[in-house]
T-cell receptor, first 114, second 111 residues
Framework: DVKVTQSSRYLVKRTGEKVFLECVQDMDHENMFWYRQDPGLGLRLIYFSYDVKMKEKGDIPEGYSVSREKKERFSLILESASTNQTSMYLC?????????????FGPGTRLLVL | DQQVKQNSPSLSVQEGRISILNCDYTNSMFDYFLWYKKYPAEGPTFLISISSIKDKNEDGRFTVFLNKSAKHLSLHIVPSQPGDSAVYFCAASSGTYKYIFGTGTRLKVLA
């Protein structure tokens, strides 16, 4: 059974702080993803990683960076948090990069930036 | 510009009846479609998918229909159960790892 865990369920940060969101998957999946979910906008892809140290920008990468030093761990970094980054952040992983490959999601981190 | 649209933000259905959730898309290059279900405080979980070479895929109580000419897909749940109450997202892909998600429909099944 695939398990994707996220380090925090809720986070409150101040504007300008550096924020780290951590995600770990336990199924040796090649691919990992970071999305944000906002009301009326659905899930939007921030970054994607297809291998250790490899990454691709998603649809909304501005203001974010990522790090994947180990296969099982994918971190999302907000270099200088802003109030418009208040959102629900969802991490996902998938085994391969094939069409229709199922993505398995973590429970999400709800981030509030004050 | 929302390429995948779920125009009904919410839907209420009586237990035992059919739930029909709709999804429209604009990009004719999409060739694979998925539905995910999301309970509160949990991440989305995969429910069912369909390739563009088919017009119907069934899995137990869940059936997805695809109408390519209308760029429309729908998820039918028969019979609906209270445990089906959740937010449902449709997603589309054009031959890559990248999914474009809709905005979600909140289904409430009334006992």
């Amino acid at each position: 059974d695939v398990k994707v865990t996220q380090s925090s369920r809720y986070l409150v940060k101040r504007t300008g702080e550096k924020v780290f969101l951590e995600c770990v998957q336990d199924m040796d999946h090649e691919n990992m993803f970071w999305y944000r979910q906002d009301p009326g906008l659905g899930l939007r892809l921030i970054y994607f990683s297809y291998d250790v140290k490899m990454k691709e920008k998603g649809d909304i990468p501005e203001g974010y960076s990522v790090s994947r030093e180990k296969k099982e761990r994918f971190s999302l970094i907000l270099e200088s948090a802003s109030t418009n980054q208040t959102s629900m952040y969802l991490c996902a992983s998938s085994l391969y990069t094939g069409v229709g490959e199922t993505q398995y999601f973590g429970p999400g981190t709800r981030l509030l930036v004050l | 510009d929302q390429q995948v649209k779920q125009n009904s933000p919410s839907l209420s259905v009586q237990e035992g009846r059919i739930s029909i959730l709709n999804c429209d898309y604009t990009n004719s290059m999409f060739d694979y479609f998925l539905w995910y279900k999301k309970y509160p405080a949990e991440g989305p979980t995969f429910l069912i998918s369909i390739s563009s070479i088919k017009d119907k895929n069934e899995d137990g109580r869940f059936t997805v229909f695809l109408n390519k000419s209308a760029k429309h897909l729908s998820l039918h749940i028969v019979p609906s159960q209270p445990g089906d109450s959740a937010v449902y997202f449709c997603a589309a892909s054009s031959g890559t790892y990248k999914y474009i998600f809709g905005t979600g429909t909140r289904l409430k099944v009334l006992a």
